[in-house]
């Protein structure tokens, strides 16, 4: 049986959801510090657990018979700054909650998300490589670059299963964004439907690695189900799609919304988005358990403006 921590959040309740499709609904438990929407409340077993709470995680691991876990539960990057030692325990604390676990043989196999955020000003910005330099400047992307390292020691120490993808932006219309320096990406589709007007918070030509959602779920999915041997990184692998600016964003939602208007109102986001690299090399995960993306930006903009239209 599957757990998927973090059910409720912006990658979580879409995964979530998709999980249930590919395994059967009461074969994936979601659980998450707050409700859910209705359709992942009611769609399978749903548990309140606060993702630090270790009694309680190891008690619904046990009760549901978990074997594998999606850590998907964190505090992004806008919010961390915004309260360091709060995201430094949530995104530290689940994780060695649920390595721990596995090291004891109570789970077999786990993901935990990484991002693009472990990577900082000195790393080089276009086609960052699988291995490089990584001077995290937020506190999210310092936890995510120790979480790495941690992910990488139960691996080689333990044998702990455990497998990870260092997400771009993920932009996607069926949740609301939860805190991140990409949220811009997701906000100005809601903007332009409703208000036909978005100012964004980075500046026009701020290029950022981005990816629909539906791309995440199978590069998350597909690493999962992939046999132990063609993992060969147990950091966690580079994973990319596109890369757009706002600029380009706002020229394709033009496309299909010709009255849209941009302005730009940078704010403490920018420096954020500015130590982050705008194009990742993931010929790795391509390589070795066969990934590749759908959709591109055209596809993204067709699919957003579609689903929120209805
Ligand atoms: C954030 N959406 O903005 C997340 C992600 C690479 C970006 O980590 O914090």
């Not at 046999?227 to 757009?244: G, Q």
Request: with cysteine; hydrophobic share 35%; glycine share 6%.
């Amino acid at each position: 049986k599957i757990l998927v921590i973090g059910a409720a959040g912006q990658i979580g309740s879409e995964l979530t959801l998709k999980l249930r499709e590919f395994f059967g609904k009461d074969n994936v438990i979601a659980s998450d510090i707050k409700d859910g929407s209705e359709e992942l409340m009611f769609s399978g077993p749903f548990e309140i657990a606060d993702a630090t709470d270790k009694d309680l995680i190891e008690e619904i691991i046990t009760k549901h018979q978990i074997t594998d876990v999606y850590l998907m539960a964190a505090m992004l990057s806008a919010t961390a700054e915004k309260i360091p030692m709060k995201a430094w325990h949530l995104n530290m604390e689940s994780l060695f909650i649920i390595l721990n676990l596995a090291k004891d043989q109570k789970v077999n196999r786990v993901f935990w998300p990484s991002s693009i955020a472990v990577f900082g000003p000195t790393t080089p910005k276009e086609d960052t490589p699988q291995t490089t330099v990584m001077e995290p400047s937020t506190v999210y992307g310092i936890s995510k670059q120790t979480g790495e390292r941690w992910c990488e020691y139960y691996f080689n120490k333990y044998g702990v299963d455990v497998r990870s993808l260092r997400y771009p932006g993920i932009i996607s219309y069926k949740t609301l964004p939860g805190g991140g320096t990409t949220d811009y990406a997701i906000e100005i589709f809601h903007e332009a439907i409703k208000n036909k007007k978005y100012s964004s918070f980075l500046s026009e030509k701020t290029g950022l690695p981005m990816m629909f959602m539906d791309d995440a779920i199978k590069a998350t999915v597909d690493i999962m189900e992939a046999p132990s041997e063609n993992i060969k990184v147990r950091s966690s692998y580079n994973l990319a799609a596109m890369t757009f600016t706002p600029e380009e964003l706002a020229n394709q939602i033009k496309t299909q919304i010709p009255e849209f208007e941009i302005s730009y109102e940078p704010d403490f986001r920018q420096s954020i988005a500015d130590s982050w690299p705008s194009s990742i090399d993931d010929s790795e995960a391509r390589k070795d358990w066969g990934w590749e993306h759908e959709y591109d930006l055209s596809k993204l903009t067709s699919t957003m403006i579609e689903g929120l239209k209805n």
